[in-house]
């Protein structure tokens, strides 16, 4: 039974930091594109960064110089760095991993990541 269970959310003051982690189980993890996305109250879900099976990694432009992807395949785990936090950043953040082969996708649940300006 695939699995994805994300944690490291919670509340924190504007220029803070959090590291959100997302364990995978279920999977040959070291092959699929690992992934964060996002969503804000209101707002259609969008991607964060990703980072795929020969490490390339792609962030989006506005949060490249504050936010960094990670993935460790011993763990089957991957991670998100988020720095110098903005109320903007508020939402709740889900953990995604893609086949590379099939394009099939699956989803954690997501955990809230509340920024207090």
């Known amino acids: 039974q695939a699995q994805l269970v994300e944690s490291g959310g919670g509340v924190v003051q504007a220029g803070g930091s959090l590291t959100l982690s997302c364990v995978v189980s279920?999977?040959?993890?070291?092959?699929?594109?690992v992934g964060w996305f996002r969503q804000a109250p209101g707002k259609t879900r969008e991607a964060v960064a990703r980072l795929t099976n020969n490490r390339a990694v792609y962030v989006v432009d506005p949060l490249k110089d504050r936010f960094t992807i990670s993935r460790d395949n011993t763990r089957n785990t991957v991670s998100l760095q988020m720095n110098r936090l903005k109320a903007d950043d508020t939402g709740v953040y889900l953990c995604?991993?893609?086949?590379?082969?099939?394009?099939?996708?699956?989803w954690g649940q997501g955990t809230q990541v509340t920024v207090s300006s």
């Open positions: 279920g999977f040959s993890f070291s092959r699929y594109t």
């Open positions: 995604n991993i893609r086949d590379p082969t099939s394009g099939t996708e699956y």
